[in-house]
């Protein structure tokens, strides 16, 4: 069975983010008031915002929680790179607080956690951030170098684009 990867379980959370890794940070605007935080919430947790931006998912469960497997695999037709991960922890609503995190699994591309949140602000604004910490854990990500962290930044706006259009679909 696989194990998680990194020390550091839980970062994401609350942060800070570990030294010794690559750090990811990115916050969007998808919406505004209490319905559309109630729509980005449930897409982000239900695995809809990944699979509307095109990622492959198998999910262990419905919706994400801790102790959950999920494996995605991100490419274009019989080309995709696939990586298992463990849920790490939710947030179900906590003070305007809908989201989960993420930690790497053994055979992962890399060692870290990612963490997908949405933040209803007292003014009403909805916000989608995503927030990971990771390195290279085979030769293949090594070799990418400084194209992971591109690779990764490219698709949390992917994924902040993604989850405002569903917001906006109702």
């Known amino acids: 069975m696989s194990t998680l990867t990194y020390p550091e379980v839980g970062a994401t959370r609350l942060g800070p983010l ?28 239900e695995w809809r915002m990944h699979r509307a931006s095109g990622t492959r998912v198998d999910a262990s469960a419905a919706r994400a929680e801790p102790g959950g497997r ?20 939710t947030a179900y609503g906590e003070e305007g607080r809908t989201g989960f995190g993420y930690g790497t699994l053994t055979g992962h591309p890399e060692i870290g956690e990612e963490c997908f949140v949405v933040d209803l602000e007292e003014d009403g604004t909805v916000w989608f951030t ?21 690779v990764q930044l490219w698709y949390a706006r992917r994924l902040g684009r993604t989850l405002r259009r569903l917001v906006a679909a109702g």
């Open 18 to 45: 570990p030294k010794g890794y690559n750090h990811l940070h990115h916050r969007t605007r998808v919406g505004r008031g209490a319905a559309d935080f109630a729509a980005a919430g449930a897409a982000v947790t």
């Open 130 to 150: 995503v927030m990971a910490f990771s390195r290279p854990a085979v030769w293949y990500a090594r070799l990418a170098g400084p194209l992971v962290p591109q």
């Open 70 to 89: 999920v494996r995605m695999a991100l490419g274009v037709g019989p080309v995709r790179l696939a990586a298992t991960c463990e849920v790490i922890w």
